[in-house]
């Protein structure tokens, strides 16, 4: 064997093993980035320098390990929903006033528009209504009838059928949003780790809203 077939056999192996090394490396990295982003030590949003148009919300805030009522019955944890980006609606009292309704209607239209990637994300309603103001809002409804301002749980079985429905007590409402209190015009954007990262006024533009999510959609493996 001549030192000229040598040296293109080692080559040849130095070639493989950086073909076959690249993978790997992209999968240890991805992992990286997918711990650094779960555990909060890492900013996509900062990184990549996005101009977004809703409001960043700084330090993002956690949802995973907080327990909530799923349809005001079954206790529920976060990451025992599919993993999703989530518009989340916070709702206080068991009215769905003019408010509600609008951002109901707004963030499904929104989900709409998102096409290819309509399965990608989910609504969440958040209110602070109990499980007996559930069961005595549905019997209020059933004799009286849906009038301007109808009950939550009755616009929703109307309206929005397959819309998660989570309630907290409100004091665990008022801190895991308490942006919603001052200002109620406004809905949230969780991430598909749990982190609450993002807020948008209902007076924002649908197609800025809709350009934010397209962004985070495409910049994300979630």
Same mark, same amino acid.
């Given at each position: 064997?001549?030192?000229?077939?040598?040296?293109?056999?080692?080559? &040849?192996?130095?070639?493989?093993?950086?073909?076959?090394?690249? =993978?790997?490396?992209?999968?240890l990295?991805?992992?990286?980035?997918?711990?650094?982003?779960?555990?909060g030590?890492?900013?996509?949003? *900062?990184?990549?320098?996005? &101009?977004?148009?809703?409001?960043?919300? #700084?330090?993002?805030?956690?949802?995973?390990?907080?327990?909530?009522?799923?349809? *005001?019955? &079954?206790? #529920? /944890?976060?990451?025992?929903? =599919?993993?999703?980006?989530?518009?989340?609606?916070?709702?206080?009292?068991?009215?769905?006033?003019?408010?509600?309704?609008?951002?109901?209607?707004? #963030?499904?239209?929104?989900?709409?528009?998102?096409?290819?990637?309509?399965?990608?994300?989910?609504?969440?309603?958040?209110?602070?209504?109990?499980?007996?103001?559930?069961?005595?809002?549905?019997g209020?409804? &059933?004799?009286?009838?849906?009038?301007?301002?109808?009950? /939550?749980?009755?616009?929703?079985?109307?309206?929005?059928?397959?819309? #998660?429905?989570?309630t907290? %007590?409100? =004091?665990?409402?008022?801190?895991?949003? =308490?942006?919603?209190?001052?200002?109620?015009?406004?809905?949230?954007?969780?991430?598909?780790?749990?982190?609450?990262?993002?807020?948008?006024?209902?007076?924002?533009?649908?197609?800025?809203?809709i %350009?934010?999510?397209?962004?985070?959609?495409?910049? %994300?493996?979630?």
């Amino acid at each position: 064997m001549t030192e000229t077939t040598v040296i293109a056999q080692r080559r &040849a192996r130095r070639v493989l093993l950086l073909i076959g090394g690249i =993978p790997v490396a992209m999968m240890l990295s991805a992992t990286a980035l997918w711990w650094g982003v779960q555990g909060g030590y890492v900013d996509v949003l *900062g990184q990549v320098g996005t &101009a977004n148009h809703g409001s960043l919300v #700084t330090p993002p805030r956690s949802v995973d390990g907080v327990t909530f009522r799923h349809e *005001g019955v &079954a206790d #529920t /944890l976060w990451q025992d929903l =599919p993993k999703k980006w989530r518009m989340v609606i916070v709702q206080r009292g068991s009215v769905c006033n003019a408010q509600c309704q609008s951002q109901l209607y707004q #963030t499904r239209q929104i989900h709409i528009a998102l096409g290819k990637d309509f399965n990608r994300v989910a609504r969440v309603v958040l209110s602070d209504t109990s499980p007996a103001d559930v069961a005595m809002a549905r019997g209020s409804d &059933a004799r009286a009838g849906v009038e301007a301002a109808p009950q /939550l749980t009755t616009w929703l079985d109307l309206e929005h059928k397959g819309v #998660t429905a989570l309630t907290l %007590s409100a =004091p665990a409402l008022d801190n895991l949003s =308490p942006e919603s209190k001052q200002a109620p015009n406004q809905w949230y954007l969780v991430d598909p780790a749990g982190w609450i990262m993002m807020r948008f006024a209902d007076d924002l533009n649908y197609k800025d809203v809709i %350009s934010d999510l397209r962004f985070l959609l495409k910049n %994300s493996g979630g």
